[in-house]
T-cell receptor
Framework: DTAVSQTPKYLVTQMGNDKSIKCEQN?????MYWYKQDSKKFLKIMFS???????INETVPNRFSPKSPDKAHLNLHINSLELGDSAVYFC??????????????FGSGTQLSVL | GEDVEQSLFLSVREGDSSVINCTYT??????LYWYKQEPGAGLQLLTY?????DMKQDQRLTVLLNKKDKHLSLRIADTQTGDSAIYFC??????????FGIGTKLQVIP
């Protein structure tokens, strides 16, 4: 049973296209995140949702739009893809980082290649 | 703002100890974490330390925290080839935000 699952694992697309990455967690967590890992392995938070509400929105182009239909899902839609969007995108979840000892559970990543 | 720094690469021989270092800037950090990423996989939590602790030991792993210098280290005793991976230092600051370092690639030579 995969705790945090994201699809697809690999995504190859042309510049200018619109694409979505889906994420689901079956841990009953309240908070979900999207992180971007670039080619140098630098991992940077993009968004965080708590119970379907946006709580963290880093300086990400508005071509990126997260959508949380329910607290178990957080999808990432990207419009007008650019070469610089090529990276590995990780979904993560946590129960509530205001509690003690809470940690992030990560999905296995979606490798996006924009040609 | 939050910033977490760590060296990019460490190479050790199998059986030796590995020490991975990290510095952070957010003095309000409550928890500090070490995550491990194996090739083609997501990050997995290895261990964590609360900011009012100096040391935490968990089997082969020892975490040292110097809060005054904002320095965190991870020591892996008796390093094995299966320990080869990228190790990320991370700190939990405000707004439920976890900030990661750039990751240290550990190479274990047989």
């Amino acid at each position: 049973d995969t705790a945090v699952s994201q699809t697809p694992k690999y995504l190859v697309t042309q510049m200018g296209n619109d694409k979505s990455i889906k994420c689901e967690q079956n841990l009953g967590h309240d908070t979900m995140y999207w992180y971007k890992q670039d080619s140098k392995k630098f991992l940077k938070i993009m968004f965080s949702y708590n119970n379907k509400e946006l709580i963290i929105n880093e300086t990400v182009p508005n071509r990126f739009s997260p959508k949380s239909p329910d607290k178990a899902h957080l999808n990432l839609h990207i419009n007008s893809l650019e070469l610089g969007d090529s990276a590995v995108y990780f979904c993560a979840s946590s129960q509530d980082l205001t509690d003690d000892n809470e940690k992030l559970f990560f999905g296995s990543g979606t490798q996006l290649s924009v040609l | 703002g939050e910033d977490v720094e760590q060296s990019l690469f460490l190479s050790v021989r199998e059986g030796d100890s590995s020490v991975i270092n990290c510095t952070y800037t957010d003095s309000s950090s409550t928890y500090l974490y070490w995550y491990k990423q194996e090739p083609g996989a997501g990050l997995q939590l290895l261990t964590y330390i609360f900011s009012n602790m100096d040391m935490k030991q968990d089997q082969r792993l020892t975490v040292l925290l110097n809060k005054k210098d904002k320095h965190l280290s991870l020591r892996i005793a008796d390093t094995q080839t299966g320990d080869s991976a990228i190790y990320f230092c991370a700190e939990r600051g405000g707004y439920q935000k976890v900030t990661f370092g750039i990751g240290t690639k550990l190479q274990v030579i047989p």
